[in-house]
């Protein structure tokens, strides 16, 4: 018998034992995959999309709502009273004598609205 290292000893030992290849359906079935996916998908669904989706309901409802006398802050940090509503703008009231016109997707809070006074 010829004088073999310890290491080729060990390769040819792991030579001979190694597992064969596994075939095309080792990783599982194919619908624990698309479960696993759609889990997934579902999961950034629930988590991103539908609290984004219900706030952005919620601005254009406010934004519907708006009405003159409404005070208003825009994304810009600029206070206002709304005087004049338009199909796609605001008329701002930020000081005595000084008005800018806002498109409507910059408004974004109401601090307070005309009614408030009466309710309070």
Not at 24 to 32: H, K
């Amino acid at each position: 018998m010829m004088n073999m290292s310890p290491l080729s000893a060990a390769v040819t030992y792991l030579a001979q034992t190694a597992t064969p290849a596994a075939g095309p359906g080792a990783a599982g079935p194919w619908w624990q995959m698309l479960l696993f996916y759609g889990l997934i998908a579902g999961g950034f669904y629930f988590l991103f999309i539908a609290p984004q989706r219900k706030k952005q309901k919620e601005h254009e409802k406010m934004l519907k709502s708006l009405q003159s006398g409404d005070e208003v802050l825009t994304n810009g940090g600029i206070y206002g009273v709304v005087t004049n509503v338009k199909d796609d703008r605001f008329i701002v009231r930020v000081a005595d004598n000084t008005k800018i016109e806002v498109a409507k997707g910059f408004i974004s809070a109401v601090t307070k609205k005309t009614g408030d006074e009466e309710k309070k």
